[in-house]
């Protein structure tokens, strides 16, 4: 599961608090709000974790093909 900072939580409650107010014109808590973040965290989070894996994943992959060109680059030839 994934684990936020306490400070981390408590904006993303006032978000989701703002949020509820401004769109749905619903007032909630500071309880309740933290708990729709974990209810939203411990459901979906893991979708959105795994995307940034994903990508970074893709980031990385790109650079060694960048860095795998560069060497092939640089190879001297060999002449026997």
């Given at each position: 599961m994934i684990k936020l900072?306490?400070?981390?939580?408590e904006t993303l409650?006032?978000?989701?608090q703002d949020y509820?107010?401004?769109?749905?014109s619903v007032e909630i808590g500071q309880f309740d709000s933290e708990f729709l973040?974990?209810?939203?965290t411990e459901k979906?989070?893991?979708i959105y974790y795994n995307k940034?894996?994903?990508d970074a994943k893709f980031v990385?992959?790109?650079?060694?093909?960048e860095a795998s060109d560069e060497l092939?680059?640089?190879?001297q030839p060999v002449q026997l």
């Open positions: 900072e306490r400070a981390q939580k409650a006032v978000a989701i509820m107010q401004d769109e749905l973040v974990d209810f939203i979906l989070g893991a940034g894996i994903e990385i992959e790109r650079r060694l093909l092939y680059e640089i190879e």
